[in-house]
């Protein structure tokens, strides 16, 4: 069973960069569709990025579009979310997802495997 592991976050400074790994075990990575999401705490968990299994094909959510990259190593079975010019209001709980479905998208409900989350706190 393919298993997640985030990490990267901490506490940054506004306008500056952080990049979020997630490093998968259990299963290749290659073969699965993979998201990134954030929750700050009491709102719903929103879509930031997500890629296709092969890397070729991508979709950002609105919240964050320009500001963020995500890309992946299928050798390495790891995929990572870059995050430019950081905000105050990307403090929020960092979570990476995936699933054996070939669709790039940000609904929660399709992704069956997610990370424990890591904590990206955006302050000066």
């Known amino acids: 069973q393919l298993q997640l592991v985030e990490s990267g976050g901490g506490s940054v400074q506004p306008g500056g960069p952080l990049r979020l790994s997630c490093a998968a075990s259990?299963?290749?990575?290659?073969?699965?569709?993979v998201a990134w999401f954030r929750q700050v705490s009491g709102q719903e968990r929103e879509g930031v990025a997500s890629i296709s299994g092969d890397g070729d094909d991508t979709f950002y959510g609105d919240s964050m579009k320009g500001r963020v990259t995500i890309s992946r190593d299928n050798v390495n079975d790891v995929a990572y979310l870059q995050i430019y010019s950081l905000k105050p209001e990307d403090t929020a709980v960092y979570y990476c997802a995936a699933d054996l479905a070939n669709l790039v998208s940000l609904r929660p409900m399709q992704y069956k495997y997610w990370g424990q989350g890591t904590q990206v706190t955006v302050s000066s």
């Open positions: 259990g299963d290749t990575l290659k073969y699965y569709t």
